[in-house]
């Protein structure tokens, strides 16, 4: 694995996702929010989202293209929101596909 790698992992296993409930029949997902982080765990959601914007790809979600970062089964992507200046971090798992 490299640096990135594990940086990634290590960011992903130290953080509680939560459930996407209103999404549960259409899109099923977890997500972070920033704003709910710790100023550490703030500072890694902040690297992590450069590596989506660096190493991602633009794939459709239904009507809107996202950026997806595929790492270790799953596929994460950033979503704007108005209520949090940093977006909500999604993950779901890679072969979930909406066209």
Do not use: C
């Amino acid at each position: 694995m490299t640096k990135d790698e594990i940086r990634l992992k290590k960011f992903i296993e130290s953080n509680s996702w939560i459930f996407a409930k209103t999404y549960a029949k259409t899109a099923p997902h977890e997500y972070l929010v920033y704003d709910k982080l710790d100023e550490e765990m703030q500072k890694e959601y902040d690297w992590f989202i450069k590596q989506i914007e660096e190493k991602g790809v633009d794939e459709k979600f239904y009507q809107t293209t996202f950026r997806y970062l595929y790492f270790d089964g799953m596929k994460y992507w950033i979503h704007g929101s108005e209520e949090n200046d940093k977006g909500i971090l999604n993950r779901d798992p890679a072969g979930n596909k909406y066209e």
